[in-house]
């Protein structure tokens, strides 16, 4: 069967692509190797955290900062219109999931795995940020056994800020307790309610806030929180853990949920190995099998080379596996500082056009492929704190991209 629009990837961006190609009426097949990265990410919404090459200085109003990036940044080669364009309608289809996002406009500081300050532009209804917590006195409850909620960090890095913090610990309540094992337990729960009024009297009498590991519930999470928040009588927020992150396997299955009713056939575990050019175009992609997938327009979602969408060899060069698409990187990736390797592991990329489509040599590759997120080239994800906000401007502007291309 052919489709419309073949997404190589299950990254956020190639889900938002889904999304929003099948919105406008396109029939779409998605092919992935597995789960998405999202299983790693905490909550909320990084669009621009740090001003590149400044030693990291934070941005306070992220649309205003794009015009100072490189010139082959993604946020420069889509301008501010387009991204502020995605990231609003992000927003809208995250709170028709039930999951919404809490922003005033600028970057808020959210509190990081390890207690510190990260900027963020968009959180969770959940995500505590310092704001929150400033001039009050904080319940922090963890569970016995519990190994993926450095609490201990957590509260003397909150204590070092001079935010009075108080460590609750709980006793396990599933065995052997991990984040997936708490989460489907509070989902499974028949009243949550009695299980919050349990631990109420735990709380110090000044408390203003309670924190809990970002555990509770995956299906049932806002149902669980109400409840959490009637019970202690205190406004509840959570803090991230390590992987996996619940918060973001929440968004993962609410998004792959939608794009499924909407239609999307999915192909988890599949691998792409195959995809010659066909005078300018790209006709079908084939599998490990031998499966040979037709469509009129293709997505690389893959991600960069953490992620496996750009494979380096034993010389230190990149290669982009599926299309043999041209790739960005400053040099052979040598092991002799391993910091610079790592920048340079998340600046290599592919080069596009400002419609996202692959160049060879400056000129056009693929008329009908369109690449986003991590697989493009000139960013850096973690020292800009911009994942999110690149995946989901470039994961809409493909798909606009594909749709105009597909009529004419």
């Known amino acids: ?15 938002v692509a889904a999304l929003r190609l099948l919105e406008q009426g396109k029939s779409v097949r998605l092919i992935a190797t597995g789960g998405s990265s999202l299983h790693y990410a905490p909550d909320g919404l990084h669009l621009l955290g740090y001003e590149p ?8 109003n992220p649309y205003e900062a794009v015009d100072a990036l490189p010139e082959r ?9 387009r991204v502020r364009a995605a990231v609003d309608g992000f927003f809208e289809r995250r709170q028709e999931l039930g999951i919404e996002l809490s922003s005033n406009g600028r970057n808020m500081l959210a509190v990081s795995l390890a207690g510190q300050a990260v900027p963020v532009f968009a959180t969770g209804l959940h995500q505590a940020i310092f704001a929150d917590l400033e001039g009050g006195a904080v319940a922090v409850f963890c569970y016995d056994g519990h190994r993926d909620f450095p609490s201990g960090i957590t509260i ?18 599933c065995g052997s307790p991990d984040s997936m094992r708490l989460a489907r337990f509070f989902d499974s729960h028949d009243d949550t309610t009695a ?153 290599v990329g592919i080069e596009t056009d400002d419609r996202l489509r692959p160049l060879a040599g400056g000129q056009l590759a693929y008329e009908n492929l369109f690449v986003t997120g991590r697989t493009l080239g000139h960013w850096n994800p973690p020292k800009e704190s911009s994942v999110e906000g690149v995946a989901i401007a470039t994961g809409w502007a493909a798909a606009d991209q594909a749709c105009a291309y597909m009529e004419g």
């Open 53 to 60: 090459g400044t030693g990291g200085a934070v941005v306070q």
């Open 195 to 347: 299980y919050f009024r349990s631990i109420r009297d735990r709380l110090p009498e000044n408390s203003t806030c309670a924190l809990f590991p970002a555990i509770l519930g995956l299906d049932r999470h806002g149902e669980i929180m109400a409840a959490a928040e009637q019970a202690l009588g205190l406004p509840c927020r959570e803090l991230p853990t390590l992987p996996p992150s619940i918060p973001g396997m929440r968004l993962d299955r609410c998004l792959t949920k939608r794009i499924q009713k909407l239609g999307a056939l999915l192909h988890l575990g599949a691998q792409a190995i195959g995809a010659p050019a066909n005078n300018g175009r790209c006709d079908a992609v084939s599998d490990e099998t031998g499966r040979r997938f037709e469509a009129e327009t293709f997505v690389i979602a893959t991600g960069g080379v953490l992620m496996g969408g750009l494979e380096v060899d034993s010389y230190g060069l990149a290669r982009e596996p599926v299309f043999g698409l041209e790739v960005s990187q400053s040099g052979p990736l040598e092991a002799d500082n391993p910091e610079e390797v790592l920048d340079a592991l998340h600046v």
């Open 156 to 173: 003397a890095e909150l204590r070092r800020r001079q935010i009075d913090a108080h460590l609750l610990r709980l006793e396990d309540p």
């Open 1 to 15: 069967m052919k489709t419309d629009a073949l997404i190589l990837g299950s990254e956020l961006d190639g889900l």
């Open 73 to 81: 940044h993604p946020y420069r080669l889509l301008g501010k219109a």
